[in-house]
């Protein structure tokens, strides 16, 4: 029978080892809150730091797209630019297809990075727009 001194560190230890597991996963998975931090890790975890900022620019993209059509000078170019949108999202999406179909653990990153990197320059676009 184990004395309650031997359970007891093997719990101290169980608890140190899964905090030092715990804090060396965040290191690696980096901060997803800031759009402009790169992604370490392994190839996963860099993956979903990519689709979350992508996430991140999709959303900050989306509201400059809706101020934009509101900003509009009249209805045929709001729907100029709701046309221009989804042919953008089509051309995005088909550009970035090509670089998942490559071979290896990288075409997903590459994918992953061609989404993120086009996203944040059509978002930055779009906010641009009535400063010009």
């Known amino acids: 029978m184990k004395s309650a001194l031997t359970t007891g560190v093997f ?3 169980s608890l140190v080892v899964a905090i030092f597991i715990i804090a060396i996963s965040s290191a690696w998975g ?7 931090q790169s ?4 190839t996963y ?3 979903e730091c990519l689709k979350a900022k992508t996430a991140q620019w999709d959303k900050r993209m989306n509201v400059a797209y809706q101020q934009a059509l509101k900003d509009a000078a009249g209805d045929k170019q709001r729907e100029q630019l709701r046309t221009a949108q989804r042919l ?5 999406d088909a550009n970035c297809l090509y670089y998942d179909l490559g071979e290896g653990t990288i075409a997903r990153l590459d994918a992953g990075e061609c989404m993120r990197s086009m996203t944040e320059i059509r978002a930055k676009e779009l906010e641009n727009l009535g400063h010009q």
């Open 30 to 36: 980096g901060d997803q809150g800031d759009p402009e």
């Open 39 to 42: 992604c370490d890790g392994n």
């Open 88 to 92: 953008w999202i089509q051309y995005r």
């Open 11 to 13: 719990r101290l230890g």
């Open 45 to 47: 975890q860099m993956v």
